[in-house]
């Protein structure tokens, strides 16, 4: 038997005024647009990984408010088919009035460059299944349009 890695993924949803941030970004030279989180690391549990993460992509600390979802179906990972992604997700809470950079138009880099990012609010009623590159975050998109929207 073949065994697979799993690839384990934590998200942030961030809701402010019926507005959800999304991240922009470029990873693996594809243009992503994708909730704020990224992988869970080796002796890190889901919370302390979604904290690092905010803090490394917005220099931000966040609390975690609630668990939103976790994956419940099979999902291949869109960079590597070796890898099944599990993702979940939090909703947070910015322990500090928000003082990053949050555009107003889609993929706004300085640079074109891998690992390019930038934010931006989305309206949650206005979600659209083509808003979201990864599969699973079109579920949660989904389901925050169906909850919030």
């Not at 408010?65 to 990972?77: E, M, P």
């Not at 950079?101 to 690992?115: C, P, R, V, Y």
């Amino acid at each position: 038997m073949t065994l697979f890695p799993f690839n384990i993924r934590i998200y942030g949803i961030i809701i402010d005024n019926n507005k959800v941030l999304v991240s922009d970004e470029i990873v693996k030279g594809n243009f992503v647009t994708k909730f704020p989180g990224g992988g869970l690391q080796f002796g890190e549990g889901p919370l302390e990984c979604i904290k690092r993460e905010m803090m490394e992509e917005t220099g931000q600390e966040f609390e975690v408010v609630k668990h939103v979802y976790t994956t419940d179906f099979f999902q291949r990972s869109a960079f590597d088919p070796n890898h099944q992604v599990i993702s979940i997700y939090y909703q947070l809470s910015p322990v500090q009035p928000i003082r990053f950079l949050i555009s107003d138009h889609e993929f706004n880099f300085k640079e074109n460059t891998e690992g390019a990012q930038s934010f931006r609010w989305i309206q949650i009623n206005k979600i659209s299944q083509n808003l979201f590159t990864l599969p699973i975050d079109r579920v949660v998109g989904e389901l925050l349009k169906k909850n919030y929207g």
